[in-house]
């Protein structure tokens, strides 16, 4: 991870004009700042029609040129106006590839900035400790180096362009409780397992941070003064500014400002009261200038920042746009079986053969992008993956039959008179998503509804090929049922391009390349405990696939698991390099290289994955986990070298090379 930034460089002059501006604000401008400026009444009726449609407002100065922050949510893309709907954040952590995602966040800055906005506040890194959090599908998985990285490129994407908030700091990955389930954590696995992805964000230049619903040992995050200001700020240099979650964000205006907490959003609540507070002693006056300077910095950081002639009304969902969402949802779909039928496998589709598809089930006709909380993008058109399907057939002369499956038995009777089946099944925003009055929050169950389960068992049976198709933001347990299925393929939320990528792939026009970015364990059980509704509970060191290694349990598809068409042979893997200097943190740099051949007649793509055994948090032994990752291109018949840079903790002896977190996948490699 990067060094913190040394911020007094590279601002130069901005310091001073800070100053400047602050010294000349009165102390009710200064209070202005650090609060939404929205009327409680009309932004709630604003916000419960249509959330975020328009900008949301925080600390505008006109007198000082301050135009104040202008807020849009994410990050399945900008949910102001008719966006681009990208695939959620989940499907493009499946893909492994940060370079992707860089490029989805300048689509994503530029959309933003074109609809009025200013700060981004999208990135979500919370970890997914359980796979039944509601909200999983808006963050990057189970590993804090894969959140990391794909934070840090999120927010490299849209930073030129506008600025980032990224939340929700910290610990909060429980949905039904967030208001006020206290999670109790261990200092050490706190800062070894469940910080490093938001310190890594931080260093790359977020200017916000969103404080999180929940408490942490006890504390209210938007008013934890460790969190906020030793850790956040002091230890880790962070001179943005911290904005609470919307609404029931803190319950004490006193405790909030001097935590650390700069802005309460969306509207002035509890901060109403730090005037008198301010007068009584009760809040440094010191305190609010810092604050005040925090969010007019943020401001000015923004000056001179962009491409204006990119942020134009037809930049909205433009085709580029639509295609790059195309593109990441084709590239994030993980194959997960593939097994042969008369002696080839299921997928890709042999479109020389194949006359008729069958499509069944209720999700392949509904535009099933994503929950309706406060990350839901309105775009101008969803291709949903039956319209996708029929788009390919008229292309590719294949029929296309429809059964939405209420009737298992007719929809048995349609898939079996094809010569293919998709049946689409898996989660929408009833079963999953943030805890609103219009549904979703935490999942009841990680198995497919029973009905889902029926329907898949009856078409498999009529139809020997079938894939199945699952949609969500999250992992399934499917051990009842996939054995059955010759192909199966995760497509999480897809986006508005989504029907167009699923065919992309079937048809096998792009390679199945995307990669579990959590565990799907064989059964509920093999998980840390989770209660929906729980007052309190303990996050400790195992979850994952870290916790599958401790507890010797196999899942039924592993952490960075997922099937390409073309095989790829693995060389030996070989150290390439060991830095002979420690980092400030003690961790040595290591370069790993590996030679990939891809088949004759089909370009392949592999993620290359390092795991280190490493002692984390208070889990006394070892346990792998990921440190590196490289996704190659590898074109038909040619072998590329591939190197993976990664860091190592002192007197590390050896690391573990391969294309999954399977221990039976992974080679050793020593250190020396
Ligand atoms: C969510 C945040 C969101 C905010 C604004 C909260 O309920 O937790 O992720 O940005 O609302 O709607």
Known sequence: MTEPRDRADRDDGLESEVRRIVDDLSLDERLHLMSGDGKWLRGNLEMAERYNAEPLVAGELPRHGLPGIRFTDGPRGVVMGAATAFPAAMARAATFDPTLEERVGDAIGVEGRALGANLFA???????????????????????????????????????????????????????????????????????????????????????VMSAYNTLNGERC?????????????????????????????????????????????????????????????????????????????????????????YTPEAVACPGHRALSREAAARGMVLLRNEPVAGAPVLPLDLATIRSVAVVGRLASLPNIGDLGSSQVHPPEVVTLLDGLQAAGTAHGFEVTYDDGTDPAAAAAVAGAADVAVVVVGSTFRDEGEYLLKAGGDRTSLRLRTADEDLVQRVARAQPRTVAVLMGGSSFVTDRWHHLVPGLLMAWYPGMEGGHALADVLRGAVEPQGRLPLTWPASGND????????????????????????????????????????????????LAEVGDRPGDDGRVEV??????????????????????????????????????????????????????????????????????SDPDALVVVPLS
């Not at 609010?288 to 920042?305: E, H, N, S, T, Y």
């Not at 099937?563 to 060389?571: I, S």
């Open 591 to 660: 370069r790993v290289r590996v030679e990939l051949t891809a088949p004759a007649g089909r370009d392949a793509v592999e993620v290359v994955q390092v795991y280190v055994p490493e002692v984390l948090g208070t889990h006394p032994a070892p346990l792998r986990t990921l440190r590196g990752f490289a996704r190659a291109e590898v074109p038909a018949g040619t072998t590329v070298p591939v190197e993976v840079a990664l860091t190592v903790p002192p007197g590390a002896a050896e690391v573990l090379v391969g294309p999954s």
């Open 527 to 574: 998980l840390p405990p989770f209660r929906r509704f729980a007052r309190r509970i303990t996050y400790g060191p195992l979850f994952g696939y870290r916790m599958r290694e401790a507890t010797g349990q196999r899942p039924s598809f592993p952490f960075g698991f997922g099937l390409g068409y073309a095989p790829v042979v693995w060389g030996a893997p070989v």
């Open 122 to 208: 999208g990135v979500c890194i919370n970890l997914v400790r359980h796979p039944a959090w509601g909200r999983a599908q808006e963050t990057y998985g189970e590993d804090s180096h894969l959140l990391g990285a794909m934070g840090v490129a999120l927010t490299r994407g849209v930073r030129p362009h506008l600025l980032v908030c990224v939340k929700h700091f910290a610990v909060n990955r429980m949905e039904n409780s967030r208001m006020w389930v206290d999670v109790r954590v261990d200092e050490r696995d706190l800062h070894d397992l469940y910080l490093p992805h938001f310190r890594a964000v931080v260093d790359e230049g977020a200017e916000s």
């Open 222 to 310: 938007g008013q934890h003064h460790h969190l906020l200001t030793q850790v956040l700020k002091e230890q880790w240099g962070f001179d943005g500014f911290v904005m609470s979650d919307f609404t029931f964000g803190i319950t004490s205006a006193a405790k909030a400002a001097n935590g650390g907490l700069d802005m309460e959003m969306p509207f002035r609540m509890h901060f109403g009261r730090l005037r008198r507070l301010v007068r009584s002693g009760a809040v440094p006056g010191s305190r609010v200038a810092d604050a005040a300077a925090r969010v007019v910095r943020a401001q000015l950081r923004l000056r001179g920042r962009g491409e204006p002639a990119r």
